[in-house]
T-cell receptor
Framework: LAKTTQPISMDSYEGQEVNITCSHN???????ITWYQQFPSQGPRFIIQ???TKVTNEVASLFIPADRKSSTLSLPRVSLSDTAVYYC???????????FGKGTRLSVIA | EAQVTQNPRYLITVTGKKLTVTCSQN?????MSWYRQDPGLGLRQIYY???????DKGDVPEGYKVSRKEKRNFPLILESPSPNQTSLYFC???????????????FGPGTRLTVT
């Protein structure tokens, strides 16, 4: 199982760009990298998924270097409502167990 | 509305009393999964199912059972609950992609279980 490591917590001011890095040294060839956001008392919510290089959607960007041993979730211009726990997930094959990281608690300060 | 529902949302029970947490999705998703969430440990997968009648163990399957008789339902069964199964449980579903991959998982609202 691909194990992931993320920072436990991060703080940021409103309007800043936030980058959260996830380390996954033993990622398998077929594994994708997916990020989820979770607010208290709610289920996680999908943010973005990628395999290599860069993926961008309306809420975030995901940067994956060539060796794929890490990935970085980039949140542009965060607001107070982005305060949440962010999880990195590696291994999006339905044939094997999925392993979430322990999450990064992002606190956005006014 | 596309959603994953779980019942009950809250449950307090005693050690050894069998219980079932139901999970249902209305999106015709092939893939379904159960997770437990504990402070400091993040989300851990208990069981998952690629499709009807196909289930597999996740990272922490001990003490749990599942079944997938219908595509929309994926109940979690605790035959003899113990206090270490006190946790927050989430059910999730997803489309299966070509080649066996899955994409966005939709999570239910969670079931908070306390075993005394």
């Amino acid at each position: 199982l691909a194990k992931t490591t993320q920072p436990i917590s991060m703080d940021s001011y409103e309007g800043q760009e936030v980058n959260i890095t996830c380390s996954h040294n033993n990622i398998a060839t077929n594994d994708y990298i997916t990020w989820y956001q979770q607010f208290p008392s709610q289920g996680p919510r999908f943010i973005i998924q990628g395999y290599k290089t860069k993926v961008t959607n309306e809420v975030a960007s995901l940067f994956i270097p060539a060796d794929r041993k890490s990935s970085t979730l980039s949140l542009p211009r965060v607001s107070l409502s982005d305060t949440a726990v962010y999880y990195c997930l590696v291994g999006v094959s339905g044939n094997t167990p999925l392993v979430f990281g322990k999450g990064t608690r992002l606190s956005v300060i006014a | 509305e596309a959603q994953v529902t779980q019942n009950p949302r809250y449950l307090i029970t005693v050690t050894g009393k069998k219980l079932t947490v139901t999970c249902s999705q209305n999106m015709n998703h092939e893939y379904m999964s159960w997770y437990r969430q504990d402070p400091g440990l993040g989300l851990r997968q208990i069981y998952y199912s690629m499709n009807v009648e196909v289930t597999d163990k996740g990272d922490v399957p001990e003490g749990y059972k599942v079944s997938r008789k219908e595509k929309r339902n994926f109940p979690l069964i605790l035959e003899s609950p113990s206090p270490n199964q006190t946790s927050l449980y989430f059910c999730a579903s997803s489309l299966s992609l070509t080649g066996g991959g899955i994409y966005e998982q939709y999570f239910g609202p969670g079931t908070r279980l306390t075993v005394t």
